[in-house]
């Protein structure tokens, strides 16, 4: 319904392009709220005529103001940049996973680290509350199953005071999540709304855009507003997010856990299931998906020199690997079956 709206609107673009130039009505957050309070009976009507929910929830989403935020911000940076749409869908992509994710990441290992750290300390607490166990047994004559609930207690204790001391609770281990999907949500739905002149399609500024994505592309797809015909963009995304995966795996020293080989698997399953997804939205959606992708596999490959985690302030561990990248080629090279073994890894001595 959408596309059939734009295509109908199409002459209509042309004809106000051609009157104006290239006008560009300027707008502010007050006028984001004007058309967003417009085009609510658009989106009231589309919700009778739709009987799922799921219509009224994407004219909610796209309604939203962090959503108008972000298409504001996208087309400031392509109004000051001067690029083209795709270059500056890029642009914008590594612009905001360096002021969003990048530090949250590196927050995220410094919390891992100091985690592996207070690790460390807790054989020698057992030993002794072992000891004080055993003594308060003797002492009080509790039974084995009052002393097992005493010790249990009490290391759990010792390990919430560790804790504490060094300020690394383990659930701001993902704390990148909860930066990365809303602006990975937000971006995505900004530039859905961009091509497809939402919120007000009446509005001059959105039928300029529209048109400007129709020849902002590059190389084989030109026009940003429709589908890769030739899924290249599609498959390289799902192979960057595979490759993430995989490297996150290849360079963990310590054996995977059930949950983190259960979590691996689940991710290989999105990157796969992504691939189709990405080949029916607009091609200005691939190109973003396809940049913070690669992004991400860039900063993932960047964290492992243990140079540059000293530079970002992240402690050294005894299972950060000496040469990340020669261990990690070995391993590729095992994967493919072109050694019959790769060496073991060399963790940092401590």
């Not at 939203?64 to 000051?80: C, F, K, N, R, W």
């Not at 207070?118 to 039974?143: C, D, G, H, N, T």
């Not at 026009?223 to 498959?235: F, G, H, K």
């Not at 190109?287 to 992708?293: M, N």
Request: charged share 15%; hydrophobic share 45%.
């Amino acid at each position: 319904m959408l596309l059939l709206q734009a295509a109908c609107r199409r002459p209509q673009i042309l004809a106000a392009c051609s009157k104006y130039g290239n006008l560009r009505a300027s707008t502010t957050i007050v006028n984001w709220q004007e058309r967003r309070q417009a085009s609510t009976e658009v989106a009231a009507a589309t919700h009778l005529a739709n009987t799922g929910g799921l219509i009224g929830y994407w004219q909610t989403l796209s309604n939203s103001t962090p959503v108008a935020y972000m298409q504001e911000a996208l087309t400031q940076i392509h109004d000051y940049s001067g690029l083209p749409w795709w270059a500056s869908i890029v642009l914008s992509t590594f612009l905001f996973r360096s002021v969003v994710t990048l530090p949250l990441t590196i927050y995220q290992h410094k919390i891992t680290a100091r985690i592996e750290k207070i690790a460390l300390e807790m054989p020698a607490i057992v030993e002794e509350l072992k000891r004080e166990a055993a003594m308060a047994k003797q002492k009080f004559k509790w039974s084995d199953k009052q002393t097992a609930v005493v010790y249990r207690r009490s290391i759990k204790k010792q390990w919430q005071n560790l804790i504490v001391r060094d300020n690394c609770h383990p659930m701001k281990t993902v704390i990148v999540l909860w930066g990365q999907i809303p602006l990975w949500i937000f971006q995505s739905v900004a530039l859905r709304n961009l091509v497809y002149l939402l919120p007000d399609p009446t509005s001059l500024q959105a039928q300029i855009i529209a048109t400007e994505m129709t020849v902002g592309g590059f190389g084989w797809i030109p026009n940003l507003t429709v589908v890769d015909s030739s899924y290249i963009l599609p498959v390289a995304m799902g192979l960057i997010n595979l490759a993430i995966v995989e490297v996150q795996s290849m360079t963990r020293t310590r054996p995977a856990t059930r949950l983190q080989n259960i979590a691996n698997n689940v991710f290989r399953g999105l990157s796969v299931l992504m691939v189709p997804v990405a080949c029916t939205v607009p091609s200005a959606l691939v190109v973003y998906w396809v940049s913070s992708s690669s992004f991400g596999l860039a900063q993932n490959l960047l964290l492992l020199s243990p140079e540059v985690r000293r530079a970002v302030g992240i402690p050294k561990t005894a299972s950060e690997l000496e040469q990340p990248y020669d261990q990690l080629w070995l391993k590729i090279q095992k994967r493919a079956r072109l050694l019959d073994e790769a060496p073991a890894d060399k963790p940092a001595a401590k």
